[in-house]
Nanobody, 115 residues
């Protein structure tokens, strides 16, 4: 059974930091391209960061320079280090795994940035 389990969300003040994790089981993690998406209330889910199976990264302009995506293949875990958080970063954050025609999603973790 494939499982993607996000953790690390919470309430943080503007300018603060959080580190999200996504533990993946049931697939050959090393072979999958991994991404983080987020969905704010009333908005569409958007891709914010991706890391390929060979560790090439890409970022949405809205998070570039503030967020860092990484993966630990030995721990089959995806990470998102989020710094300089802004109220506009408030959303549910989802991890995603893709290989060929296969795609899997986690259940999401809430991040709220508020003073």
């Amino acid at each position: 059974q494939v499982q993607l389990v996000e953790s690390g969300g919470g309430l943080v003040r503007p300018g603060g930091s959080l580190r999200l994790s996504c533990k993946v089981t049931g697939i050959f993690f090393t072979m999958y391209d991994m991404s983080w998406y987020r969905q704010a209330p009333g908005k569409q889910r958007e891709l914010i960061a991706g890391i390929s199976s060979n560790h090439i990264t890409n970022y949405a302009d809205s998070v570039k320079g503030r967020f860092t995506i990484s993966r630990d293949n030995g721990r089959t875990t995806l990470y998102l280090q989020m710094n300089s958080l802004e109220p506009g970063d408030t959303a549910v954050y989802y991890c995603n795994a893709v290989k060929d025609l296969y795609t899997y999603w986690g259940q999401g973790t809430q991040v709220t940035v508020s003073s």
